[in-house]
């Protein structure tokens, strides 16, 4: 057999005649290899034959091919959706570390990206479990109703695409009858599609409101704790206190759940709809104009889809950081509410609107960025979404128009207009739809933006209550001898008694006060503490209270409960005049005690305040306290809330400074008849007198526990002030003493 490759030579020579006149070149042989693949290519162009049994055999088998390419659109819808919404490597996302710093608070790595993204699922689906704990569930019942109307209203839609196509049909046909009987049709499915929506909105508004309970209840019981609890572990107080992680809480339980509870609801009906959406009108276009049309449509649709995801901006970073600014904003402005007499006093009011004026300037520059990105993203998603799409669309209703579709018979001015007008319609909807699915990755964005608030607050609550705490530490703490200390942690045994066995008293953030501290109060001895100011006097009450951890030791003590701290400004709640002397206890509480208001009266008299009652409209009279009562009355108040109480142990700290001496004597005694030992911090030696022990601190991390004598220590107080007195007047009695000599030499020179 020949190789077809010897025939080429004299083909190419009767071809080019004139070959032999050219002069010979090396160059030549390359133009055998050109006409070796022009005569390839001749070969496998096909012939008509060829494309008319394709064609044939293509409209043979055209229903299967339909079937096949509407299935696999189905199954590409779902996984690109499914693709589109997956979660993304985290990297270094979620990375968070510990600040340390003097005074300074340095991050170490970035702040953690907001994004749609592994740690959102984990994070998203957690919360999910706490809004929707069941199948059986008020929210779960909600949502099924929800998913529901969301079906039924698309069944709605394809509807009225038909009866829209078959009503501009009669117009062009002109029959009236046809025409009128469509009319009363379109009227009578007014009913169910407004109901629907209607019943829609109403829907996932309760659902909204729904996720807002269960999740605002199930942080208010990690946050303040519950009834069912055994621990009484204060999150509240650590939160605020022992972590620096959250400044804001208030802002992320009022605002970011409700934010991200409405988010939450709408985004169910902003992805799940438009998804079926678009495989529902998708496949009934595709028996209007060939499947083939819409294989055509879906890839520019998808090629023009991944240039709007790559320019969308990462909204939920956004999102996350406007909330923050905004929490930063309303804390600035509630501090300058809880110290404005403070302020007032000092003047402080450029320095305060500086900052309020800072914070504001940080978020309206945030947000000012924020709507130039949406703008121009608008721009661009309204002109692919709207115009590209829609004009993509217009050429696929025309198919129909245009060409002939094997199987389809010839239609009728008023068949054709039908089919345009359907197939319009419902390529419009599948458009709105698309473009719907597009929104809601935008909207997946900002959830994700506040389900990290969110599960901030969670995780941060989570970690407290387990005792990890992440606070700025000073710069001593680095040091290996500290740092040993604040690696450890003590042992607390519940006791009638306290006792501290070489305990640190160490502050959140790191400073060790007392490096070993050790003593003991029994049932009623009542115990003086005194020292110089952030010696550590307070900062044994918050150890004492469960406030703060125990960095070693052992410190034996009764429960929290059995404690009730009066500070120098009392703390007065919102209620009634009864509330503020029997808090935290409720007027039920106290009537399951069998006290009674006369009794709450006999306690008034006890600290001379019953006047108070028919001063203020009687027991159910409501104020602001704070601003009602002197600060002598207010602390009169705290004390008849620890004689209504009758604890065994009540810390004291200043809580008489603004009382009479004669009254706070009475307090002191009346509070030994009950039997409560006082912890006390005081500089009046007026109360030296009540106490028999004392714990001194000298404020370089040394302290003196001993018994107290009153009337020794006193008298050598008052022999110290005499001395004290004594040495003011040497500088006088000198400068006296100086003068009379001047004088005496005048006089012996005179």
């Not at 110290?339 to 800072?358: D, I, N, P, Q, Y």
């Not at 949406?374 to 696929?396: D, P, Q, T, Y």
Request: glycine residues 6%.
């Amino acid at each position: 057999m020949q190789n077809p490759r010897q025939n080429i030579l004299p083909l190419c020579l009767l071809q080019l005649p004139h070959i032999h006149s050219l002069p010979r070149r090396r160059t030549q042989r390359p133009l055998f290899p050109v006409v070796d693949y022009m005569a390839v290519q001749s070969r496998l162009k096909p012939t008509k034959e060829q494309i008319t049994q394709l064609a044939s055999a293509y409209a043979r088998h055209r229903p299967l091919i339909q079937r096949g390419l509407t299935v696999a659109f189905v199954f590409y819808a779902v996984a690109s959706t499914y693709k589109g919404f997956s979660a993304r490597p985290a990297g270094a996302s979620s990375s968070s570390s510990k600040r340390k710093g003097k005074g300074k608070e340095t991050e170490a790595s970035s702040k953690p990206r907001v994004a749609v993204d592994a740690v959102f699922y984990q994070r998203l689906s957690r919360i999910l479990r706490i809004v929707i704990p069941s199948i059986r569930s008020k929210e779960a019942l909600l949502l099924f109703m929800h998913s529901s109307l969301l079906i039924f209203r698309t069944v709605i839609s394809l509807y009225v695409a038909a009866l829209d196509g078959k009503i501009v049909a009669s117009l062009v046909r002109a029959q009236p009858i046809p025409f009128l009987l469509n009319i009363l049709k379109w009227l009578l499915v007014a009913i169910p599609a407004t109901w629907t929506n209607s019943w829609l909105s109403y829907v996932q508004n309760k659902l909204a409101l729904a996720y807002r309970t269960r999740l605002t209840q199930e942080v208010m019981k990690q946050y303040l704790g519950d009834q069912s609890d055994p621990q009484d572990l204060k999150v509240f107080y650590k939160l605020a206190n022992l972590d620096d992680r959250i400044k804001n809480p208030d802002q992320m339980i009022t605002h970011d759940i409700q934010r991200f509870s409405t988010h939450l609801a709408a985004i169910y009906a902003n992805v799940a709809k438009p998804v079926l959406d678009v495989i529902l009108y998708n496949y009934q276009l595709s028996q209007n104009v060939g499947a083939e049309g819409l294989v055509l449509l879906t890839v520019l649709v998808q090629a023009s889809a991944a240039l709007l995801r790559a320019l969308t901006p990462a909204f939920g970073q956004y999102t996350a950081l406007s909330a923050q600014l905004a929490g930063n904003l309303r804390h600035t402005h509630s501090r300058l509410a809880e110290f404005a007499e403070e302020v007032a006093f000092f003047g402080g009011e450029e320095a305060e609107k500086m900052l309020v004026e800072r914070e504001y300037a940080g978020l309206v520059k945030h947000e000012n960025r924020v709507l130039t990105k949406r703008w121009w993203h608008g721009c661009v998603e309204e002109g692919i979404v709207k115009w590209l799409w829609g004009s993509f669309g217009l050429c696929i209703c025309a198919i129909p128009t245009f060409f002939k579709l094997p199987g389809v018979a010839a239609l009728d001015m008023g068949g054709r207009t039908e089919g345009f007008v359907t197939n319009r319609r419902l390529l419009l909807s599948a458009s709105d739809a698309f473009g719907r699915v597009m929104y809601s990755y935008k909207d997946l964005s900002e959830l994700a933006g506040y389900t990290t608030r969110v599960a901030t607050l969670l995780e941060t609550m989570a970690d407290v209550r387990k005792g990890k705490f992440e606070k700025a530490l000073v710069s001593s703490a680095s040091i290996e001898e500290n740092a040993k200390i604040l690696r450890g942690r003590g042992v607390v045994i519940e006791s009638e008694e306290i006792q501290f066995e070489n305990v640190p008293i160490v502050t959140p953030n790191g400073d060790i006060l007392v490096r070993s501290l050790s003593f003991y109060v029994k049932p009623g001895q009542h115990l003086l503490i005194v020292g110089p100011n952030g010696c550590g006097k307070s900062s044994l009450f918050r150890i004492l209270g469960g406030l703060w951890p125990v960095y070693g030791g052992i410190v034996r003590k009764p429960p929290a409960s059995q404690f009730i701290l009066i500070p120098q400004r009392p703390y007065l709640s919102l209620g009634t005049l009864r509330d503020q002397v029997i808090y935290p206890h409720s007027k039920e509480d106290m009537e399951a005690r069998g006290i009674t208001d006369d009794d709450l009266r006999a306690v008034l008299e006890v600290v001379q305040m019953e006047n108070i009652i028919e001063r203020e409209g009687g027991w159910d009279a409501a104020r602001e306290w704070r601003e009602a009562l002197s600060g002598g009355d207010q602390q009169k108040i705290a004390w008849a809330r620890l004689f209504y109480h009758k604890p065994k142990y009540a810390v004291l700290d200043e809580a008489t400074s603004l009382v009479p001496p004669d009254m706070e004597g009475m307090m002191m005694e009346h509070a030994t008849r009950l039997g409560i030992t006082l912890l006390t911090v005081s500089h009046r030696p007026s109360l030296w007198k009540y106490h028999s022990m004392i714990l001194q601190y000298d404020g370089q991390g040394g302290y003196v526990f001993t018994k107290l004598d009153a009337e020794k220590r006193l008298a050598l107080q008052q022999e110290k002030e005499a001395l004290d007195i004594k040495l003011l007047e040497v500088p006088k009695m000198k400068a006296r003493l100086a003068e009379l000599q001047e004088l005496a030499a005048e006089r012996t020179r005179v």
